[in-house]
T-cell receptor
Framework: AQSVAQPEDQVNVAEGNPLTVKCTYS??????LFWYVQYPNRGLQFLLK??????LVKGSYGFEAEFNKSQTSFHLKKPSALVSDSALYFC??????????????????FGKGTKLSVIP | DGGITQSPKYLFRKEGQNVTLSCEQN?????MYWYRQDPGQGLRLIYY???????QKGDIAEGYSVSREKKESFPLTVTSAQKNPTAFYLC?????????????FGPGTRLTVT
């Protein structure tokens, strides 16, 4: 079974400082990893994904994430936080499809979310 | 939230009533999904559909039903059998289910059952 852990319920960072939102995962095989952001009472917006290749993935709004296979982590980062980055961030994982996989292997598994607060 | 609409934004129902949540997409995506979001629990998959006239149960399908008669539409019915239906419901779509496709989400429907 695949799983995702976001160890911090909340992260506070001062505006202009670098930010990191942590994510670790467990999955069989090579993972597909995603980050999404959610503003209050809204749907999720896709930020970036890792499929294969370069371990540093760049995404929307200046965010990037670093895939670390040995640590099974996919932390989200931004060099300089903005107040407008304050939101709920979700990490998600799924394993690669295989011919004999059941329907459940197509599911994305989401973490419980990390609330990011950027303080002016 | 582009390309996916959910209606209504807020919905109030009495216990014992079935209620249907609408989801429409104009992204020409084959796959569509329904998630339930509760505070502090992330997103949990209710149902998904790979193609028209096909759908599969997710982790928490009990008390819910879906249909996929058109590519653009994937309505979710919350039945009276769902023990705790008050939640925020999110619909999503993607190009397919097998590849590493990101999902695009609608704005959500907040259902309150009293």
């Amino acid at each position: 079974a695949q799983s995702v852990a976001q160890p911090e319920d909340q992260v506070n960072v001062a505006e202009g400082n670098p930010l990191t939102v942590k994510c670790t995962y467990s999955v069989s095989g090579n993972p597909y990893l995603f980050w999404y952001v959610q503003y209050p009472n809204r749907g999720l917006q896709f930020l970036l994904k890792y499929i294969t290749g370069d371990n540093l993935v760049k995404g929307s709004y200046g965010f990037e994430a670093e895939f670390n296979k040995s640590q099974t982590s996919f932390h989200l980062k931004k060099p300089s936080a903005l107040v407008s980055d304050s939101a709920l961030y979700f990490c998600a994982v799924r394993g690669p499809p295989s011919l004999d996989s059941g329907a459940g292997s197509y599911q994305l598994t989401f973490g419980k979310g990390t609330k990011l607060s950027v303080i002016p | 939230d582009g390309g996916i609409t959910q209606s209504p934004k807020y919905l109030f129902r009495k216990e014992g009533q079935n209620v249907t949540l609408s989801c429409e997409q104009n992204l020409n995506h084959d796959a569509m999904y329904w998630y339930r979001q509760d505070p502090g629990q992330g997103l949990r998959l209710i149902y998904y559909s790979q193609i028209v006239n096909d759908f599969q149960k997710g982790d928490i399908a009990e008390g819910y039903s879906v249909s996929r008669e058109k590519k653009e539409s994937f309505p979710l019915t919350v039945t009276s059998a769902q023990k705790n239906p008050t939640a925020f419901y999110l619909c999503a779509s993607s190009m397919g289910v097998r590849g590493p496709y990101e999902q695009y989400f609608g704005p959500g429907t907040r259902l309150t059952v009293t």
